[in-house]
């Protein structure tokens, strides 16, 4: 009971601190070409994470320059390619409601990238309100309830297995 009356208060306070934040319209063509620069939000669950590192090996191969975010022991995880390039977070970071701290939130409010991809796929206000803040033309993630005010793309996916759930992210990625 305690739990589901701290994450309501945390949906208010995302919502209170990405309500002035408003969502560019945009075209998807062409979002890969023209897209450089990406911050790929790493899912918290191990099994998704270690299948969401074929997002990286793709952007990869298409030559794009990924930063990754992952909570600091996960960084180690990576393949030794995208450790210099990953910003890692600690749980000190994170406060009582399973948000980010005034000083993660302010970090991300100065970056700026071509495209956000938040790789998690169920609900995670703390990846949802990280990918708000950041600057970017594109903000890609999964559907998940009130999606629509963090995300200008959003990947439909009732899949369970997280082998096809990233492979179908991937096809969604390569239309574009």
Known sequence: MFDSIKLKLARII???KTKHLQLKGNTFNNLLNHSNKF???MP???SNFHFAIEVLNFLENLDKETVV???DY????????YRPSAIGFNPAEINKFKLPAADLEGRFRVLQFDAVIDLEKDENLFNSLLASLVKANIKIGF?????????SLQINNTEDNPEIIYKNLLNCLQMF
């Open 39 to 41: 911050l790929i939000l």
């Open 74 to 81: 996960r960084v180690t995880l990576l393949p030794q390619k």
């Open 143 to 151: 559907k998940k309830p009130n999606s629509d005010k963090y995300y």
């Open 44 to 46: 918290e669950s191990e």
């Open 69 to 71: 975010f992952a909570q």
């Open 14 to 16: 995302v919502n209170n």
